[in-house]
Nanobody, 123 residues
C-alpha cells in the first residue's frame, strides 16, 4: 500500500510561484508513475503532469507547458510540482497520484491518490 501526502499549497499573487510536494510512503517512488492533477469547484479533475517510473520522461498538459515542472527526489521519496508564472485560472485543489503499472492522464486509473492541497492565485 502506498500513502501520498501533498503539501505546499497556499495563496499567491498572479505571476508568482509555488512548489507542491507529494511525499510517498510504503513504496519507493522510482518504481511508480507519479502524476499531478487538479480540480476546480464544479469541474472535473484534470491532468497536469506525470513523471514516469525508472527514469522515464515527463509529460505535461498543454496549459502548463513552460510554466510547471514535475520532478522527483528518490532519496526523499518525494515528487514535486514547481509552478511558475501562476495565473488566477490555476486556482484549484491539486492532487498527487501514483501507479505501479500505468502512466495515464486519467486520475481514477491510478491505484494510489492523495488528499490534495489547495492553490489559490489572486489577480
Amino acid at each position: 500500500q502506498v500513502q501520498l501526502v501533498e503539501s505546499g499549497g497556499g495563496l499567491v499573487q498572479a505571476g508568482g510561484s509555488l512548489r507542491l510536494s507529494c511525499a510517498a510512503s510504503g513504496r519507493t517512488i522510482s518504481s511508480l508513475h507519479m502524476g499531478w492533477f487538479r480540480q476546480e469547484p464544479g469541474k472535473e479533475r484534470e491532468f497536469v503532469a506525470v513523471i514516469n517510473r525508472y527514469g522515464g520522461g515527463a509529460y505535461y498538459a498543454d496549459f502548463v507547458k513552460g510554466r510547471f515542472t514535475i520532478s522527483r527526489d528518490n532519496a526523499k521519496n518525494t515528487v514535486y510540482l514547481q509552478m511558475n508564472s501562476l495565473k488566477p485560472e490555476d486556482t484549484a485543489a491539486y492532487y498527487c497520484a501514483a501507479d505501479e503499472n500505468r502512466s495515464s492522464n486519467f486520475y481514477y486509473s491510478y491505484d494510489y491518490r492523495g488528499q490534495g492541497t489547495q492553490v489559490t492565485v489572486s489577480s
